[in-house]
């Protein structure tokens, strides 16, 4: 041919190589290995038990879809019970902890009153204290208080690490606020707390609500304090309930364990999915600034 | 005109001064918080530590035994394999988290479409009840439906496929896998966010300078990122080294013992088997590795916010 090669054509193909190489292939692995389990979790959930144990049919995808396992789910488990004290759970929980976290960031945020560091940090370091290093003792704390094996259990235990989470995300959410509209609400007459309730907090409502969908998800996750604070069947959370009811034993009920495992991972996917990078910017407010 | 000066009290009392003085308020407004802290977590924590210097069983409040629970676990062959796993998992995972969680924030960084979705979509195994994801896992790790397998031996590369959690080796491979499963959206979403707060004109910059794009990485985007990275890290350390559910629901620390991390054996010696006093001494020997990192992750964040 005597049409000649213009310069970009030739180095044209290698781009598209290196596309391919550096990040479609590793592109593809990744949704392989994070998103997988999901697409698993979802064809098994809909595979009749006649396909789902014949080995001769393949796995990877459902011929007859059927509900049945939903039906099990629903007719023979106490799902619906337990969804039901999830979401009691989380709501009071999270309720609670905004309670009593929205204000505490706002005086660790504007206040300034002796020792207010020292609680900062004290707030913080609880963040960071895991729950299995107090799981055990906080059986007997309940039992003190005569909470035990019941869902109220839960309900008073989970502020122990949503609040901290709350008071940390908020007082950093606060300090993002000018503080100028609170000294004109003083200056016109109002209290200190009126300009916190009737200003601050207003403005702050994308903050409290994005922590408030976080504290919500976190008690909706949460596992070892509901499975070692509460025993009785009818009390349990989605979590303890889909994994002790569902695998006894030697005998495992997958095909309803995976439909549970959907059901209840299904409504903090929709929710999170939409703040989740408020949440990962909060928790690493502070560093990102360097 | 004559203006009408209404007196301003020079002091005011009661009620409103508790809600309108600086200090009275923040103490006020603090003290809910405070209290709950003292009482639901300092209170337990000294309970642990009572509980771990007795020889307290759940039939039994036992007596006063000094160190010697913490005494005997150095010599107890199971505690000591426990130790030994809890680190493995932790620094496997951290690293598989490391490095899939940098290269996948490096990926969601490009420009391409269905970023939102892809992006949404990757961060599902971070999102979902812990539990219930690795249920997911547990099924795909059965012995004998395991698709992992089922794919192997199709692609024409093993005969019989693996006994992901019935060989021991393979077991605690298997935990630290799904454990880093777990966290790596969390690693790639943070530094994700610190790798778009880096302004474009530092790479123009380094660029007219003559940098290569593997100097590029690593002159400006790693010195950059650093701050998020670690802070993500020694997180990410805490979670994975005190984690429970991704054991307890694999493989409930077996097959004999293998998989045992601190957190399902405290819970086994505590509580299944009944051996308090020894179940809160287990988990005490936490304690150093997280107040180590705690301490270390206070200084730099007020480093951080002093600059």
């Given at each position: 041919?005597?049409?000649?090669?213009?310069?970009?054509?030739?180095?044209?193909?290698?781009?598209?190589?290196?596309?391919?190489?550096?990040f479609y292939i590793p592109m593809g692995f990744?949704?392989?290995?994070?998103?997988?389990?999901?697409?698993?979790?979802?064809?098994?959930?809909?595979?009749?038990?006649?396909?789902?144990?014949?080995?001769?049919?393949?796995?990877?995808?459902?011929?007859?879809?059927?509900?049945?396992?939903?039906?099990?789910?629903?007719?023979?488990?106490?799902?619906?019970?337990?969804?039901?004290n999830t979401m009691m759970v989380a709501t009071?929980?999270?309720?609670?902890?905004?309670?009593?976290?929205?204000?505490?960031?706002?005086?660790?945020?504007?206040?300034?009153?002796?020792?207010?560091?020292?609680?900062?940090?004290?707030?913080?370091?609880?963040?960071?204290?895991?729950?299995?290093?107090?799981?055990?003792?906080?059986?007997?704390?309940?039992?003190?208080?005569?909470?035990?094996?019941?869902?109220?259990?839960?309900?008073?235990?989970?502020?122990?690490?949503?609040?901290?989470?709350?008071?940390?995300?908020?007082?950093?959410?606060?300090?993002?606020?000018?503080?100028?509209?609170?000294?004109?609400?003083?200056?016109?007459?109002?209290?200190?707390?009126?300009?916190?309730?009737?200003?601050?907090?207003?403005?702050?409502?994308?903050?409290?609500?994005?922590?408030?969908?976080?504290?919500?998800?976190?008690?909706?996750?949460?596992?070892?304090?509901?499975?070692?604070?509460?025993?009785?069947?009818?009390?349990?959370?989605?979590?303890?309930?889909?994994?002790?009811?569902?695998?006894?034993?030697?005998?495992?009920?997958?095909?309803?364990?995976?439909?549970?495992?959907?059901?209840?991972?299904?409504?903090?996917?929709?929710?999170?999915?939409?703040?989740?990078?408020?949440?990962?910017?909060?928790?690493?407010?502070?560093?990102?600034?360097? | 005109?004559?203006?009408?000066?209404?007196?301003?009290?020079?002091?005011?009392?009661?009620?409103?001064?508790?809600?309108?003085?600086?200090?009275?308020?923040?103490?006020?407004?603090?003290?809910?918080?405070?209290?709950?802290?003292?009482?639901?977590?300092?209170?337990?924590?000294?309970?642990?530590?009572?509980?771990?210097?007795?020889?307290?069983?759940?039939?039994?409040?036992?007596?006063?035994?000094?160190?010697?629970?913490?005494?005997?676990?150095?010599?107890?062959?199971?505690?000591?394999?426990?130790?030994?796993?809890?680190?493995?998992?932790?620094?496997?995972?951290?690293?598989?988290?490391?490095?899939?969680?940098?290269?996948?924030?490096?990926?969601?960084?490009?420009?391409?479409?269905?970023?939102?979705?892809?992006?949404?979509?990757?961060?599902?195994?971070?999102?979902?009840?812990?539990?219930?994801?690795?249920?997911?896992?547990?099924?795909?790790?059965n012995p004998n439906f395991s698709v992992l397998?089922?794919?192997?031996?199709?692609?024409?590369?093993?005969?019989?496929?693996?006994?992901?959690?019935?060989?021991?080796?393979?077991?605690?491979?298997?935990?630290?896998?799904?454990?880093?499963?777990?966290?790596?959206?969390?690693?790639?979403?943070?530094?994700?966010?610190?790798?778009?707060?880096?302004?474009?004109?530092?790479?123009?910059?380094?660029?007219?300078?003559?940098?290569?794009?593997?100097?590029?990485?690593?002159?400006?985007?790693?010195?950059?990122?650093?701050?998020?990275?670690?802070?993500?890290?020694?997180?990410?350390?805490?979670?994975?080294?005190?984690?429970?559910?991704?054991?307890?629901?694999?493989?409930?620390?077996?097959?004999?013992?293998?998989?045992?991390?601190?957190?399902?054996?405290?819970?086994?010696?505590?509580?299944?088997?009944?051996?308090?006093?020894?179940?809160?001494?287990?988990?005490?020997?936490?304690?150093?590795?997280?107040?180590?990192?705690?301490?270390?992750?206070?200084?730099?964040?007020?480093?951080?916010?002093?600059?």
């Amino acid at each position: 041919m005597s049409t000649k090669l213009q310069p970009g054509e030739i180095r044209g193909n290698s781009p598209r190589m290196e596309r391919w190489l550096f990040f479609y292939i590793p592109m593809g692995f990744a949704l392989f290995f994070l998103v997988g389990p999901f697409y698993w979790m979802l064809i098994t959930a809909l595979k009749p038990d006649s396909e789902l144990y014949d080995g001769a049919k393949s796995p990877l995808y459902v011929a007859n879809p059927s509900l049945d396992h939903f039906r099990f789910l629903f007719e023979k488990t106490e799902f619906v019970t337990w969804t039901w004290n999830t979401m009691m759970v989380a709501t009071l929980s999270t309720a609670i902890a905004l309670a009593m976290g929205v204000p505490a960031g706002y005086a660790l945020a504007r206040l300034r009153f002796r020792g207010s560091e020292l609680i900062g940090t004290a707030i913080f370091v609880t963040y960071l204290v895991p729950s299995s290093l107090l799981f055990i003792p906080m059986v007997e704390v309940m039992a003190q208080l005569h909470l035990d094996d019941s869902i109220w259990a839960l309900v008073v235990v989970y502020p122990t690490f949503l609040v901290p989470f709350v008071t940390w995300l908020m007082s950093g959410y606060f300090r993002t606020i000018p503080s100028e509209l609170e000294d004109c609400a003083r200056i016109d007459g109002m209290t200190r707390l009126g300009a916190m309730w009737r200003i601050a907090i207003p403005l702050a409502r994308p903050g409290i609500l994005s922590a408030g969908i976080f504290a919500f998800t976190l008690s909706w996750n949460e596992f070892i304090y509901a499975l070692t604070l509460v025993t009785a069947s009818a009390e349990r959370t989605i979590p303890v309930g889909v994994l002790v009811q569902l695998t006894r034993a030697d005998f495992y009920f997958w095909g309803p364990l995976m439909a549970g495992a959907l059901l209840g991972s299904v409504p903090v996917a929709i929710v999170y999915s939409f703040f989740v990078d408020q949440y990962a910017s909060g928790l690493t407010a502070g560093a990102v600034k360097g | 005109m004559s203006a009408t000066v209404t007196p301003v009290p020079t002091r005011r009392r009661g009620l409103v001064w508790l809600i309108d003085n600086e200090r009275s308020l923040g103490y006020l407004l603090v003290a809910p918080v405070v209290i709950l802290m003292l009482g639901l977590v300092a209170y337990p924590f000294c309970v642990a530590v009572g509980y771990a210097l007795t020889d307290r069983t759940l039939a039994d409040p036992g007596v006063f035994v000094g160190l010697d629970n913490f005494i005997d676990l150095f010599d107890n062959q199971i505690y000591l394999q426990t130790l030994r796993n809890t680190v493995i998992f932790t620094a496997g995972s951290v690293a598989m988290r490391l490095v899939f969680g940098v290269g996948l924030a490096l990926l969601l960084n490009e420009h391409f479409r269905f970023r939102r979705l892809i992006r949404s979509a990757v961060l599902l195994p971070w999102i979902v009840p812990t539990v219930l994801g690795t249920m997911a896992w547990l099924w795909m790790f059965n012995p004998n439906f395991s698709v992992l397998n089922w794919m192997l031996v199709h692609a024409g590369l093993m005969k019989d496929g693996f006994n992901w959690l019935t060989n021991p080796d393979l077991a605690l491979f298997c935990v630290t896998l799904v454990n880093a499963w777990r966290g790596t959206p969390f690693m790639a979403i943070t530094v994700l966010a610190g790798l778009q707060a880096i302004p474009q004109d530092l790479y123009d910059a380094s660029a007219i300078d003559g940098a290569n794009k593997l100097q590029r990485f690593r002159f400006v985007t790693l010195p950059l990122v650093m701050p998020v990275l670690l802070t993500a890290l020694v997180l990410s350390i805490i979670w994975t080294f005190s984690d429970f559910g991704i054991v307890y629901g694999l493989t409930k620390g077996g097959p004999m013992n293998a998989t045992q991390v601190l957190a399902t054996l405290s819970f086994q010696q505590g509580l299944a088997a009944g051996n308090i006093g020894e179940g809160a001494a287990i988990s005490l020997t936490m304690l150093p590795v997280l107040l180590i990192l705690i301490i270390w992750q206070l200084r730099r964040i007020r480093r951080s916010t002093v600059a």
